[in-house]
């Protein structure tokens, strides 16, 4: 299970500029996700860990929730984060061409999937 957290620390007083810090001395995996317009990722939940999105560009609809009677839509723009916890459900839309850094904290493995919807036929019937 996930047990560290995701906390953003901002420095922006660098004579060069600044950065944005998600995480620390953390066992995690970092992805960059890249979503076409129109597409979706699979309507999904994981066993054994969160994720936190953070959208670097373009727009996406971001929908997460403990079960499918309190899944919650969220339009995400650039700078825009949103976490989904262990077991919860969720998926993101491209409403753009967007890139999304995903940050996965717990044990991470690709098989560790449950696809609850699909649009392209990956789900269970």
């Known amino acids: 299970m996930a047990k560290t957290s995701i906390h953003i620390q901002k420095d922006f007083n660098k004579p ?3 950065y944005l810090k998600f995480i620390e001395n953390a066992p995690c995996t970092v992805k960059i996700i890249v979503v076409k317009k ?7 939940t ?3 860990r969160a994720e ?6 373009g727009k996406v609809v971001a929908t997460i929730g403990k079960d499918k009677k309190h899944l ?3 339009v995400l723009n650039p700078g825009d984060t949103i976490k989904s916890p262990v077991g919860f459900l969720h998926r993101i839309e491209g409403i753009q061409a967007s890139k999304v850094l995903e940050i996965s904290l717990g044990t991470f493995r690709e098989n560790d ?6 649009k392209y036929g990956r789900a269970p019937k």
């Open 16 to 18: 060069w500029g600044g």
């Open 38 to 44: 129109d597409a979706a990722l699979s309507l999904q």
């Open 46 to 48: 994981h066993k054994l």
């Open 52 to 57: 936190f999105w953070y959208v670097i560009s």
């Open 72 to 74: 919650k839509k969220s």
């Open 113 to 118: 999937i449950v696809r609850h919807e699909d």
